[in-house]
T-cell receptor, first 114, second 112 residues
């Protein structure tokens, strides 16, 4: 059973470009979470999605950031008009249910904005 | 939101037992305590979860006193490969923002 997959692993963008980060949850998992981690800091929750629904986006910046988890295909975290402050590691996690279930994390996408 | 407090860093030597304590004074009745491990350039990995008393698995033990205001992750006989950041999380998952709050973690350095 493959784990959570994220791609690309490394992404370099220039200021003003768009960044698209993809996450394929573990097989059978319908809950996806996105986190952001700045260097030397803990992970910060961004958004929680189920298939075709955003359940909690309280950690998402109000502008330029969006997320989706379509019926078919991976979850996408989209950052428009990137700025240098968006440079971070973005981790995706999945779980089979909501609640106290363990979350399984992917290897992350390291975004560098030049 | 139950906040957690952990030591910023700890040092140990190979073969020793390491105990990392997390304070969570505002833990709610239906909150669980979960510990994750993160190596550099990797995503966090689940270690152990508990509600009260003691939980043990093949990797670690988790001790939770009766008042549940703190918990201690115990790693027996650490090796160099246990050098990582360890995060304590408190929540019940019903509020996603509550369950998924990572603090600064404890940076464990295991020396030869």
């Amino acid at each position: 059973n493959a784990g959570v997959m994220q791609n690309p692993r490394h992404l370099v963008r220039r200021r003003g470009q768009e960044a698209r980060l993809r996450c394929s949850p573990m097989k059978g998992h319908s809950h996806v979470y996105w986190y952001r981690q700045l260097p030397e800091e803990g992970l910060k929750f961004m958004v929680y999605l189920q298939k075709e629904n955003i359940i909690d986006e309280s950690g998402m910046p109000k502008e330029r950031f969006s997320a989706e988890f379509p019926k078919e295909g991976p979850s996408i975290l989209r950052i428009q008009q990137v700025v240098r402050g968006d440079s971070a590691a973005y981790f995706c996690a999945s779980s089979p249910n909501r609640g106290t279930d363990t979350q399984y994390f992917g290897p992350g996408t390291r975004l560098t904005v030049l | 939101l139950a906040k957690t407090t952990q030591p910023i860093s700890m040092d140990s030597y190979e073969g020793q037992e390491v105990n990392i304590t997390c304070s969570h004074n505002n833990i709610a009745t239906n909150d669980y305590i979960t510990w994750y491990q993160q190596f550099p350039s990797q995503g966090p990995r689940f270690i152990i979860q508990g509600y009260k008393t003691k939980v043990t698995n093949e990797v670690a033990s988790l001790f939770i006193p009766a008042d549940r205001k703190s918990s201690t992750l115990s790693l027996p006989r650490v090796s160099l490969s246990d050098t990582a950041v360890y995060y304590c999380l408190v929540g019940n998952g019903n509020n996603a923002g509550n369950m998924l709050t990572f603090g600064g973690g404890t940076r464990l350095m295991v020396k030869p």
